[in-house]
């Protein structure tokens, strides 16, 4: 077949025209259908499957986009009524508080999905996303901005959560026990702990009230200063079927101290964890009693403890606003972490040492204690002004 047929059958085939094939002697053949057939119409048949094809690739495409923006707009929404809740609303559901738990890494992939709105000029979707960027940082910023303040402590106070049922007592014992600090608040104290503290590795700190227990919720202060000491019910007393055993109540240590002759108060807290909604429930009954309690104080006070909440729940929002500043936050370590230590949970800041602004702090570190899920805090404070 002559080139020039060949190409005016292809061209009449691409223009959509019924043009005649070459001879049967002269043409190629190709298979089509099951069929050896002239190739022109091979061509012609080719042509019309792409068109469809296309057709159809067209129409998934704009499906998936319509799709594609509807999920961006949910996102967006649903981003940004989280962060709202979390700003103005106190943590009252088991989500609402594990959400608060994830603050320092959950809004993370907000960024990226602004700069790409930003990038498609989604504008409705970039204003969402902003709204949600600028909370997060508004949260964090304060955590990290802060600076400890020069010159040594007046004094030391330690927050340890020992862990009630430690598989390595004698290494929690010893390192208790080798903790430098003038006070030391201990939570989850054993018939076991409690026997060592009388021991000689405890006589640094002779003035010490100790209540153990062999539930979670032992507690103990121990003090190298002059202390008179007793002990609150954080309530609300536990429903039996929250646990194995009888309802009980969660005890706080309320200890007055004289602190070179300035008289100081400290609240030993240990708050049962929001696991789960019932837990949940009495976690934040308990955390607006010690809210109410700092709230009404007039003595410069410290609060510490595990707390079970991190510098972005409520609790410790309302306790600032009260006047007690976290001191991880005080010196810029506010992203720092203390639980967990022996399994795979996301990291999270539970142990604290609170101050009013009659105390400064001058450093804050963690501690590893053997056999704990927690790491021990130690805090260096000085009187403010001095």
């Known amino acids: 077949m002559a080139r020039g047929a ?59 986009l319509r799709v594609t923006k509807w999920g961006l707009r949910v996102l967006v929404g649903l981003g940004v009524g989280v962060a709202l809740s979390q700003a103005l609303l106190p943590d009252r559901g088991l989500l609402q508080t594990w959400i608060a738990a994830a603050t ?27 709204v949600v960027v600028l909370l997060w940082v508004g949260w964090l910023l304060p955590q990290v901005v802060g600076g400890a303040v020069e010159g040594p402590p007046d004094f030391r106070v330690a ?9 390595r007592p004698d290494s929690m014992i010893r390192d208790v026990a080798a903790t430098e600090a003038d006070v030391l608040a201990i939570q989850e104290v054993s018939p076991e702990l409690a026997a060592a503290i009388e021991t000689e590795a405890f006589d ?14 032992g507690i103990a202060v121990l003090s190298r200063f002059p202390m008179r000491a007793h002990v609150e019910d954080l309530g609300p007393t536990l429903p039996p079927e929250a646990r194995e ?28 964890p929001p696991f789960g909604a019932r837990y949940a429930a009495i976690w934040r009954r308990q955390c607006a009693v010690l809210v109410e309690r700092v709230e009404g104080e007039r003595t410069p006070l410290i609060v510490a403890g595990d707390l079970n909440a ?75 002004g001095e």
């Open 310 to 384: 991190t510098p972005f729940h409520r609790v410790l929002r309302d306790l600032d606003a009260a006047g007690l500043r976290d001191g991880h936050g005080a010196v810029g370590r506010g992203l720092t972490t203390t639980f967990p230590t022996d399994r795979w949970l996301p990291p999270m800041l539970l142990d604290h040492v609170l101050a009013s602004e009659e105390l400064a702090f001058t450093a804050v570190s963690e501690r590893t204690i053997g056999g704990s899920d927690h790491r021990a805090v130690v805090a260096g404070l000085r009187w403010a």
């Open 204 to 217: 640094r700190w002779p003035h010490r009230l100790v209540l153990p227990r062999e539930d979670a919720f």
């Open 104 to 130: 320092p890494w959950g809004y993370l992939p907000a960024v990226p999905l602004l700069a790409w709105t930003v990038w498609r000029r989604r504008w409705p979707e970039a204003a969402g996303l902003a």
């Open 159 to 167: 927050s340890i959560n020992a862990l009630a049922w430690n598989a």
């Open 245 to 272: 055993g009888p309802a009980v109540a969660e005890p706080y240590v309320v200890a007055d101290l004289d602190i070179g002759g300035r008289p100081l108060r400290l609240l030993a807290v240990h708050t049962l």
């Open 6 to 64: 060949y190409r005016g059958e292809r061209e009449g085939a691409t223009a959509g025209r019924s043009v005649p094939c070459a001879s049967v002697q002269e043409r190629p053949l190709c298979k089509s259908g099951g069929k050896e057939r002239p190739l022109c119409q091979c061509a012609r048949a080719s042509l019309v499957q792409v068109g469809a094809l296309r057709g159809e690739w067209g129409a998934r495409g704009r499906r998936l």
